[in-house]
């Protein structure tokens, strides 16, 4: 049985999918390991594996990312290469070998020391005993090619299926990890993402693959077998045509699951420009999640009654109704939609993806009032106010 890529669009179902194959290998009398990158997806794993399953199970397992490796793939293979227990991991917002503020190196961080020995600190916090996330991977994969994959054989003792969940945040180094479980595992293993949301990076660093075809690619050349999720059980078929457009062409198109809409949001459904000046009225009046960059994006513009998340936040919720604060790098696509968007850019078009794919009903945009008028979306227009009259 080959490995498999599930390519699975926004709002598809695959946290169901995952649920419902992990359910039929239990009941197969399997053992079930589930691998992800964020704390909320672990959360909802398990919480949706109660509501289907009935009842909690030690044969399926979730993990993050960063345990399974150092859980997994590093402490208990560890003395290969360093002799002091790793307890832990040290979360890392930026790359620890570099000074803050600076692009200078750290010294006595090369990987490997004079006597071609593993270096600790290139890897280890100051105090040698929690791993850096940041070189967490490379470090399993260095620990992987000393012991000859015992990590992986170990993991097809233990499990009958894995799961890779969000496999789009995968960078560089994760990608050797895969190779060796891939290389010797003999459990089935299934990748599950969308390389269109791709927000997040686990490792520093320039080492590929990076880029979304660079990812697929190499998924290929392991011999993962590629399927499709085309299905969005979220989104309004206008709203999903839209979210197509922004990686237009370089994925399958598609098909929404929504076929009936409550009447409560039937008076104004589709895509539209809202102007600057009418935000508080439009917020006013259908209270939409505004999707934004960061919390400091829009703070003169949206008023203090705003619900808002960052881009990134919002993957994996959905909403009755999105307004979104397009950033500069993306407003060409709400303007005119036909300047694609640059390959350096990849994260503004997948923020963008993900912001869209959020709206189940409604989708705004806000523009400059002066650049709103003949655009391809309609404008949306308030009410006319009422005036008394003495």
């Known amino acids: 049985m080959p490995n498999e890529l599930c390519m699975a669009g926004a709002g598809s179902g695959k946290t169901h999918k995952v649920i419902i194959e ?67 991991i040290c979360f890392n917002q930026r790359n620890p070998h570099m000074k803050p503020d600076s692009t200078f190196m750290l010294p006595g961080r090369a990987e490997q020391l004079d006597d071609k020995s593993y270096n600790p600190k290139h890897f280890l916090s100051s105090c040698e005993t929690k791993a850096h996330t940041g070189f967490l991977a490379k470090l399993a994969s260095r620990i992987m090619k000393v012991t000859k994959n015992s990590a992986a054989v170990r993991l097809g003792e233990i ?17 050797e990890v895969l190779k060796g479980l891939n290389k010797a595992m003999p459990t089935p293993i299934t990748c599950v993402g969308d390389f269109r949301q791709t ?38 078929q206008p709203i999903c045509d839209v979210a197509d457009a922004v990686h237009k062409g370089a994925y399958e198109a598609t098909e929404s699951a929504v076929k009936e809409t409550p009447p409560e949001f039937a008076h104004h459904l589709g895509t539209f420009i809202v102007k600057e000046s009418d935000v508080a009225e ?52 709400v303007l005119d939609g036909q300047k694609p968007f640059p390959a350096k850019d990849e994260t503004a078009q997948n923020k963008m993806y993900v912001a869209i794919t959020r709206a189940r009903f409604s989708l705004g945009f806000i523009v400059q009032d002066k650049k709103a008028e003949g655009l391809r979306f309609p404008v949306w227009e308030a009410e006319p106010q009422k005036q008394d009259h003495l």
């Open 22 to 88: 992990s359910i039929a290998e239990i009941e197969r009398g399997g053992k079930v390991l589930v691998v992800t990158y964020t704390t909320s997806n672990q959360q909802e794993l398990r919480r949706r594996f109660l509501e289907i399953f009935g009842t909690h199970s030690d044969r399926f397992v979730v993990k993050g990312l960063f345990s399974f490796y150092l859980e997994d793939m590093v402490r208990p293979y560890q003395q290969a290469l360093f002799s002091r227990r790793i307890d832990g």
């Open 159 to 175: 499990y009958t299926q894995v799961f890779f969940d969000e496999v789009q945040d995968l960078i560089g180094w994760d990608y």
């Open 282 to 333: 439009y917020i006013k009046v259908f209270d939409p999640m505004v999707l934004r960059w960061s919390v400091t994006s829009g703070t003169k513009l949206l008023p203090a009654q705003a619900r808002c998340y960052n881009f990134g936040a919002s993957k994996g919720l959905g909403f009755e109704r999105v307004l979104v604060l397009p950033a500069q790098s993306q407003l060409h696509f």
């Open 199 to 236: 927000v997040y990076e686990t490792t520093f660093g320039q080492k590929a693959p990076k880029t979304a075809a660079d990812k697929i690619a190499a998924f290929k050349s392991m011999g993962f077998v590629e399927k499709a999720l085309v299905l969005n059980r979220r989104c309004i």
